[in-house]
T-cell receptor, first 114, second 115 residues
Framework: DTAVSQTPKYLVTQMGNDKSIKCEQN?????MYWYKQDSKKFLKIMFS???????INETVPNRFSPKSPDKAHLNLHINSLELGDSAVYFC?????????????FGPGTRLTVL | DQQVKQNSPSLSVQEGRISILNCDYT??????FLWYKKYPAEGPTFLIS?????DKNEDGRFTVFLNKSAKHLSLHIVPSQPGDSAVYFC??????????????FGTGTLLAVQP
């Protein structure tokens, strides 16, 4: 009965490849996010979508392209993977209520680029 | 430029004692603060939050204190239990307008509660 799920949990790939990470939430939330946790454990927002519309894009390279087919899904596609893309990627969702929403996180996808 | 800082990477306390985790922020526009708990190989889970109009919020064993003038907040866990052992992230946000929100996270503090 997972609230926010991500697939795959682990992803190992070669530099230059293209890969996707999928995220689904069954909480009925309108807003979804992607966060990146780098090797220094710094958790930083990448994107935010509200009801399939891009709201936040935090100066992420355009090799990263989020796609939201519906408000329950927010997938992350990464082109031409680089070594520096190795990180843990977390999807999250929330139901905005005056901007004071708590966000529910998925279990994370550990991406390793070789 | 790190706007939310947790200067203690780790903390060790004895079971039953108080755990105090600290967080500092630099952006005076932040008006809502959250604490998240994270176990290995899992996503962060929401623990407790506080609005800037308050200086204290309590939920069971967890209390968050906010000192706006010092731009400092702390999470108190009393009594600490071994199951509290995890990484604790402080996060801050403000009213960006619109129907979304972004959290600015600190780098986390690893709490180890010794039996």
């Amino acid at each position: 009965d997972t609230a926010v799920s991500q697939t795959p949990k682990y992803l190992v790939t070669q530099m230059g490849n293209d890969k996707s990470i999928k995220c689904e939430q069954n909480l009925g939330h309108d807003t979804m996010y992607w966060y990146k946790q780098d090797s220094k454990k710094f958790l930083k927002i990448m994107f935010s979508y509200n009801n399939k519309e891009l709201i936040i894009n935090e100066t992420v390279p355009n090799r990263f392209s989020p796609k939201s087919p519906d408000k329950a899904h927010l997938n992350l596609h990464i082109n031409s993977l680089e070594l520096g893309d190795s990180a843990v990627y977390f999807c999250a969702s929330s139901q905005p209520g005056g901007g004071r929403d708590e966000q529910f996180f998925g279990p994370g996808t550990r991406l390793t680029v070789l | 430029d790190q706007q939310v800082k947790q200067n203690s990477p780790s903390l060790s306390v004895q079971e039953g004692r108080i755990s105090i985790l600290n967080c500092d922020y630099t952006n005076s526009m932040f008006d809502y603060f959250l604490w998240y708990k994270k176990y290995p190989a899992e996503g962060p889970t929401f623990l407790i939050s506080i609005s800037s109009i308050k200086d204290k919020n309590e939920d069971g064993r967890f209390t968050v204190f906010l000192n706006k003038s010092a731009k400092h907040l702390s999470l108190h866990i009393v009594p600490s239990q071994p199951g509290d052992s995890a990484v604790y992230f402080c996060a801050a946000t403000m009213n960006y307008g619109g129907a979304t929100n972004k959290l600015i996270f600190g780098t986390g503090t690893l709490l180890a509660v010794q039996p």
